[in-house]
């Protein structure tokens, strides 16, 4: 059964930086693509990046490129998303989803249980 | 970017009764196209990828159709818990973009 297990959510400060993991096991994490995707509250789906397998492509909305960093560590079977210059827009539910093939094809075939993300001061 | 928008923005319906919500695309996506469910308090569900292909354990009532820029999505028996809001995503283009979602609710 897949698994994807998000942390390190919470209140950030505008300007601030947060840093969200997602462990996750019951598949081979090193042969798929991975990506996070964002719900502000009581409002749709938002798309915010994506990493291939091995990590060497990466992809971002253009609300959040220049500000935030996806990487993954296929050893540990984590992917991450650092967010530095947080923005009250931000606020939001993030998501973890693992993609169907090892890059391209962005749709999300499993979601982790969400973290919530406030930027507030 | 591709614009997706769906319609009806809400529907109200009684168990038992078929359903069709609808879903354009600005521009196509072939048939580079998924259904999500997403009921209240929960996480997305992926229902429907490749406009048609029903994912895994997704019940036979759900049917997708459609291609280019113009797709549906078919409950044909709405069971009490299929009520949900429900999206599509383009993924044809980068960036993959979202549906503003339908609402399904209890008539």
């Known amino acids: 059964e897949v698994k994807l297990v998000e942390s390190g959510g919470g209140l950030g400060q505008p300007w601030g930086s947060l840093r969200l993991s997602c462990a996750a096991s019951?598949?081979?994490?090193?042969?798929?693509?991975m990506s996070w995707v964002r719900q502000a509250p009581g409002k749709g789906l938002e798309w915010v990046a994506s990493?291939?397998?091995?990590?060497?492509?990466?992809n971002y909305a253009d609300s959040v490129q220049g500000r935030f960093t996806i990487s993954r560590d296929n050893a540990k079977n984590t992917l991450y998303l650092q967010m530095d210059s947080l923005r009250v827009e931000d606020t939001a539910v993030f998501y973890c989803?693992?993609?169907?093939?090892?890059?391209?094809?962005?749709?999300?075939?499993?979601w982790g249980q969400g973290i919530l993300v406030t930027v507030s001061s | 970017e591709i614009v997706m928008t769906q319609s009806p923005a809400t529907l109200s319906v009684s168990p038992g009764e078929r359903i069709t919500l609808s879903c354009g695309a600005s521009?196509?996506?072939?048939?580079?196209l998924a259904w999500y469910q997403q009921k209240p308090g929960q996480v997305p569900r992926l229902l429907i990828y490749a406009a048609s292909a029903r994912a895994t354990d997704i019940p036979a009532r759900f049917s997708g159709s459609g291609s280019g820029t113009d797709f549906t999505l078919t409950i044909s028996s709405l069971q009490p818990e299929d009520f949900a809001v429900f999206y599509c995503e383009q993924y044809r283009s980068w960036p993959p973009t979202f549906g503003q979602g339908t609402k399904v609710e209890i008539k």
């Open positions: 521009q196509t996506v072939d048939s580079a």
């Open positions: 019951g598949f081979t994490f090193s042969s798929f693509s």
């Open positions: 989803a693992k993609n169907p093939r090892s890059s391209g094809w962005i749709y999300f075939d499993s």
């Open positions: 990493i291939s397998n091995d990590g060497d492509s990466t």
